[in-house]
């Protein structure tokens, strides 16, 4: 509204903002002599405004692309070479913050002069280190990537390079920047006008007229309030502005993920969606009913996973495998309540841990389960590592964390978990950095940690993803160990049946957010009973069979807010008929503790899939 008031005044049916007519000073609002009453020499006050309006809007506008262009081109150069460039550049920007900004600002107004102009110039230059210091730290991280690397290589100029690899990537920081910074040129000009030293009589800006107003304050606040009051909603307009901007540029925000996710995932469980607590007695060491994990979506709020069951005795074993967006992770990080909240939150079900239900645990409470009896092998610890701490001080933290002893007996716990884990030279790798590990030994070390309070229930996901085939068999020696050795349950999860096959007693075959089919490993490898287990295995090759034909299954999952009524595979499926879209298909008890959610299990068992 306020930048089509200040585009259109010419145009609107205003009195002259400058024509002063002193019989008629100091007139109040709706006295019928303008809308907005006059100020102390009988001008318009609502005229003034709006062409105040537009003269500030235009200063502060130009002094804001001024300003970011210098400043990124600061920011850029220093950042793509680096060493004495980057030195110099930074010092001199240095110089420049050193001054508070408006008396930086006054200095340069006091050397060119009183003037809107100069005032704008002012603004400009003293804005000019924050847009610089900004470029510079996102720019550094661009210009260190590999595909930056391959231009040079391919010979491109340092100008090309910059606009089209470099720019790019840091222009959406630069926009937002400058929407958010706009706002406050426009009150800094306004400051150096009320002070005399940005417009200059007759010209009006909303600065000059809080000046002009302050001298009739107590006659006629109006004078003075009427644009105090344009300034105030400007400002916050574009900082508003400024913040629609980032989250349209950003596409986290798009998910519901702006912001820090809460310590735990959220429970909004409806009383109707809480199964019964069973007594201690009766319950498995990890029993988990009807696990619904929802995500809130610009569309609403969606199920990522859907009344997922299965339980685990001390010293069992699950794999949980499927495609990527199959829900696998998502089940995994809500047993320890680790999904982000928001977007995340359990809204159904159970996750009973020697009967005591973690989703109604106190976040003090589920502090003390956490890494104590439930412990957690991130898929990177790459990420997951503190990159500027010793591994070995990490490790003894997870022992001091739940184990309540001193440093000392902490940091010699940590020593004979690197040993029991495999690590080789354990003082070495003690005092080593994530950054010094390769990703075989990073892994485990996340698995010491993962185990320093010989946890009842380790949860790993995708652990042995990123490893060669060597390390991955270590890793799956170890896990497998940890397990027969300390008695604890394991629940594993992967995209690769033959790891499943090496590791875990039971596998549980994921596809959009359902368990499809469940059963014994073995059993479920060699006659899976659902169409999608049997194609995923149809996938994946086979040693001693380098002529056997892998294929591949047509299409894809679907995402969480498109999900049908039916069978979620039917569009993929080769068998499926008209009832597997009808409704919602339960998951069957086959016998001999084998389940499967498909209406043609008779078909899939004679090899029709």
């Known amino acids: 509204m306020f930048v089509a008031a200040a585009v259109l005044a010419p145009l609107l049916p205003l009195a002259d903002p400058d024509l002063a007519e002193p019989a008629r000073r100091l007139m109040p609002p709706l006295s019928g002599h303008g809308l907005l009453g006059t100020d102390q020499l009988g001008r318009d006050v609502l005229a003034r405004v709006v062409w105040g309006l537009r003269v500030s809007l235009a200063v502060g506008a130009l002094a804001t692309l001024a300003a970011a262009f210098v400043g990124s081109a600061i920011g850029l150069l220093a950042a793509f070479y680096g060493r004495f460039v980057d030195?110099?550049?930074?010092?001199?920007?240095?110089?420049?913050?050193?001054?508070?900004?408006?008396l930086l600002a006054l200095g340069v107004v006091a050397t060119l002069g009183p003037g809107l102009m100069n005032a704008a110039i002012a603004i400009a230059i003293a804005n000019v280190p924050f847009f610089a210091r900004a470029v510079r730290g996102s720019a550094l991280v661009v210009v260190g990537r590999d595909y930056v690397e391959a231009a040079r290589m391919a010979g491109l100029s340092d100008l090309r390079i910059l606009l089209a690899e470099v720019l790019p990537n840091v222009l959406p920081l630069i926009v937002v920047t400058a929407a958010t910074t706009i706002g406050w040129m426009i009150l800094e000009t306004a400051g150096l006008s009320f002070l005399?030293?940005?417009?200059?009589?007759?010209?009006?800006?909303?600065?000059s007229m809080l000046g002009d107003g302050r001298k009739t304050l107590a006659v006629a606040p109006h004078v003075a309030a009427v644009p105090g009051v344009v300034t105030f909603l400007l400002v916050v307009g574009l900082n508003l502005l400024g913040d629609g901007l980032r989250d349209l540029l950003d596409p986290r925000m798009a998910d519901g993920r702006g912001g820090a996710p809460a310590a735990a995932t959220a429970v909004e469980r409806p009383a109707d969606r809480c199964p019964s607590t069973a007594t201690q007695d009766a319950d498995p060491l990890l029993a988990v009913e009807a696990l619904t994990t929802a995500f809130d979506l610009?569309?609403?709020?969606?199920?990522?996973?859907?009344?997922?069951?299965?339980?685990?005795?001390?010293?069992?074993?699950?794999?949980?495998?499927?495609?990527?967006?199959?829900?696998?992770?998502v089940t995994a990080l809500s047993l320890a309540r680790l999904v982000a909240s928001p977007p995340g939150a359990i809204v159904g079900g159970r996750?009973?841990?020697?009967?005591?239900?973690?989703?109604?645990?106190?976040?003090?409470?589920?502090?003390?389960?956490?890494?104590?009896?439930?412990?957690?092998?991130?898929?990177?610890?790459?990420?997951?590592?503190?990159?500027?701490?010793?591994?070995?001080?990490?490790?003894?933290?997870a022992v001091a964390a739940h184990g309540g002893v001193a440093a000392k007996a902490a940091e010699a716990r940590a020593r004979e978990l690197i040993v029991?884990?495999?690590?080789?030279?354990?003082?070495?790798?003690?005092?080593?950095?994530?950054?010094?590990?390769?990703?075989?030994?990073?892994?485990?070390?996340?698995?010491?940690?993962?185990?320093?309070?010989?946890?009842?229930?380790?949860?790993?996901?995708?652990?042995?993803?990123?490893?060669?085939?060597?390390?991955q068999a270590t890793a799956l020696r170890l896990f497998k160990k940890l397990r027969t050795e300390r008695g604890a349950a394991l629940v594993f999860v992967s995209h690769d049946f033959s790891v499943i096959e090496a590791l875990c007693e039971r596998v549980a075959v994921m596809y959009a957010g359902e368990i499809v089919e469940e059963g014994p490993t073995r059993e479920v490898l060699q006659s899976p009973r659902h169409p999608y287990s049997a194609r995923l295995l149809a996938c994946a090759p086979k040693l001693g069979k380098p002529d056997r034909a892998l294929e591949a299954i047509e299409g894809g999952p679907p995402p969480i807010d498109g999900r049908p009524q039916g069978c979620s595979f039917a569009p993929r499926c080769r068998i499926g008929v008209a009832d597997c879209a009808a409704g919602p298909i339960a998951l069957s008890d086959l016998g001999g503790g084998r389940k499967a959610r498909c209406i043609r299990v008779l078909e899939v068992a004679d090899g029709r899939y």
Do not use: W
Request: proline share 8%.
């Open 351 to 397: 996750a009973a841990l020697r009967g005591e239900d973690i989703f109604a645990l106190s976040f003090e409470d589920l502090r003390a389960v956490r890494g104590a009896r439930i412990a957690y092998v991130f898929q990177d610890p790459s990420t997951t590592l503190n990159p500027v701490m010793a591994v070995g001080r990490q490790i003894a933290e």
């Open 420 to 471: 029991e884990v495999e690590l080789p030279d354990p003082e070495r790798i003690f005092s080593a950095y994530p950054h010094e590990l390769s990703g075989g030994q990073r892994q485990r070390v996340g698995v010491a940690m993962a185990v320093a309070a010989d946890p009842e229930v380790l949860i790993a996901d995708e652990p042995t993803t990123a490893l060669d085939a060597t390390t």
């Open 87 to 102: 030195g110099a550049l930074m010092r001199l920007v240095d110089v420049l913050m050193a001054f508070p900004y408006l």
């Open 196 to 207: 005399g030293l940005g417009a200059q009589p007759p010209q009006a800006d909303l600065g």
């Open 298 to 329: 610009p569309s609403g709020r969606h199920a990522a996973v859907r009344e997922v069951s299965f339980a685990l005795e001390p010293g069992g074993s699950l794999g949980i495998v499927g495609e990527s967006g199959s829900g696998k992770s």
